[in-house]
């Protein structure tokens, strides 16, 4: 049998990031003997599936598929999930190309951010699997999907695991700074990776930011050590967005800058004055992303300066 999985965010202008439910299947197709095409137009295929994370790219799915076509991934339906028994399949990382295991040992959620989508799609924060689940022992990198894994009640397991064996780890989603405490930052500081991601997206919690960088910090972890999301344009007033990101840099931790998609994939549209003095501190793609999302993106052959004060 032959079995076509379709990729929608899959772009040829980018590295591309591995579909996790796409990989499963195509463990669970292989394991029965069926050929596996990824993103490759098949006439007669036995299965059809069409996955899209983001729901501006869920556009393509018009006219373009089957009669038939399996759909899912959050960008198409909010609700769909793998079949148990699937859900538990070792992914095929074969299918990307991937050298690094990826995966959640929990899913959901403890809070409600009015832009995020996890607390509907995957409910109330629960442990969900380890990380030998996923693990492809060929690997010496974890790319950890978790939502909010310092809510969850397995975090202890999972990072005492990742440390035991030596993992270089990527907590790609981030942790939840107002959750950090002496004990969590202990582990933190036994970790292996090149970054601890966490997320500044509203000035309520600056108390938390500061409070979270300070343990850390007590526990040996530096502030060049540490990245920060910061969403934009999600409130359309861009002061509280930019009284943020002065406190990041007074802190000199690395700034992700994240402009906020509506649905349609449409950029917010900002008006925000940023001083030339405030400079972000971080990798230099990251400087040019804040300055065009403030509008202030110089032109081409003009120096960005970097201010590491």
């Known amino acids: 049998m032959k079995v076509m999985l379709f990729d929608l965010d899959l772009s040829t202008k980018t590295k591309p990031f591995p579909n996790l439910a796409l990989m499963k299947l195509s463990a669970w197709h292989k394991a029965k003997g069926h050929e596996v095409f990824l993103n490759f137009p098949l006439a007669g295929a036995d299965f059809t599936y069409v996955s899209c994370v983001f729901t501006w790219n869920a556009r393509q799915v018009a006219n373009r598929f089957p009669l038939g076509a399996i759909l899912g991934g959050s960008g198409l339906d909010v609700h769909a999930k793998l079949h148990p028994e699937i859900e538990r399949v070792m992914p095929d990382y074969s299918l990307y190309g991937a050298n690094f295991s990826m995966g959640f040992t929990s899913r959901g959620c403890i809070r409600r951010c009015p832009w995020c989508i996890v607390p509907e799609k995957e409910g109330p924060i629960q442990a969900t699997a380890s990380i030998y689940d996923f693990w492809d022992r060929r690997h010496g990198k974890i790319?950890?999907?978790?939502?909010?894994?310092?809510?969850?009640?397995?975090?202890?397991?999972?990072?005492?695991?990742?440390?035991?064996?030596?993992?270089?780890?990527?907590?790609?989603?981030?942790?939840?700074?107002?959750?950090?405490?002496?004990?969590?930052?202990w582990y933190l500081s036994r970790v292996t990776t090149e970054e601890l991601r966490f997320a500044?997206?509203?000035?309520?919690?600056?108390?938390?930011?500061?409070?979270?960088?300070?343990?850390?910090?007590?526990?040996?972890?530096?502030?060049?050590?540490?990245?920060?999301?910061?969403?934009?344009?999600?409130?359309?007033?861009?002061?509280?967005?930019?009284?943020?990101?002065?406190?990041?840099?007074?802190?000199?931790?690395?700034?992700?800058?994240?402009?906020?998609?509506?649905?349609?994939?449409?950029?917010?549209?900002?008006?925000?004055?940023?001083?030339?003095?405030?400079?972000?501190?971080?990798?230099?793609?990251?400087?040019?992303?804040?300055?065009?999302?403030?509008?202030?993106?110089r032109k081409k052959g003009d120096k960005i300066r970097r201010d590491d004060g």
């Open 143 to 185: 790319v950890l999907l978790d939502n909010n894994l310092l809510a969850a009640p397995n975090w202890r397991t999972t990072l005492h695991n990742l440390i035991a064996n030596q993992l270089e780890v990527d907590f790609n989603q981030g942790l939840d700074i107002r959750l950090v405490d002496d004990e969590n930052a």
């Open 200 to 297: 500044f997206d509203d000035i309520g919690y600056e108390v938390d930011v500061r409070r979270g960088i300070s343990i850390l910090a007590e526990r040996g972890i530096r502030p060049t050590k540490l990245s920060f999301y910061a969403l934009v344009g999600f409130n359309p007033d861009g002061k509280e967005a930019l009284e943020r990101l002065k406190l990041l840099k007074s802190y000199k931790v690395s700034v992700y800058p994240m402009i906020y998609r509506g649905p349609d994939g449409k950029e917010a549209d900002l008006n925000m004055e940023l001083k030339e003095t405030i400079l972000w501190r971080g990798a230099r793609p990251n400087i040019r992303k804040f300055l065009r999302l403030a509008g202030r993106l």
